[in-house]
């Protein structure tokens, strides 16, 4: 989900009648990098031929497999862990707040998306250039 987005480790707060309210988190592993901290910056970049390619070439591939390539997880900052909102702490009237909250925040993401899928970054970006 684009909710993802969020930074990951700053405490999870909602507004209730103009009132910000801390809610409960605990750590949870990252899903993204399975606790790690980081991935490989080429995940998921090679397949088929390419991926064949790029097994040939066997210093590139044992550095590639060894972690030279690998970068900081985005989702947890290396940290390997995130903040995860205890779902079931929450006040029905604090649940709703976060749903809004995180409403907001994917239409806010789907618009950016939209203006990156519409600027010529992005078009560079899909061509390879
Ligand atoms: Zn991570």
Known sequence: ?????RNRHQPVTVFID?????????WAI?????????????HGAF????????QHDEDFW???????????CDSCEGTGKVREVCEEKLTPEQKQAL??????????????RAEYMMS???LAEIRGY
Do not use: N, W
Request: charged content about 40%; proline content about 2%.
């Open 1 to 5: 989900m684009y909710y993802e987005e």
């Open 18 to 26: 103009e009132v910000e309210v801390t809610l409960p988190t605990r």
């Open 30 to 42: 990252c899903s993204t990098c399975s606790g790690d901290g980081k991935h490989s910056l080429h």
């Open 47 to 54: 397949s088929g031929q390419r991926l064949e390619e790029a």
């Open 62 to 72: 044992e550095d590639y497999i060894s972690g030279q390539y690998d970068k900081v």
């Open 99 to 112: 749903q809004e909250d995180r409403d907001f925040e994917d239409e806010q993401y789907a618009e950016r």
């Open 120 to 122: 010529g970054e992005y």
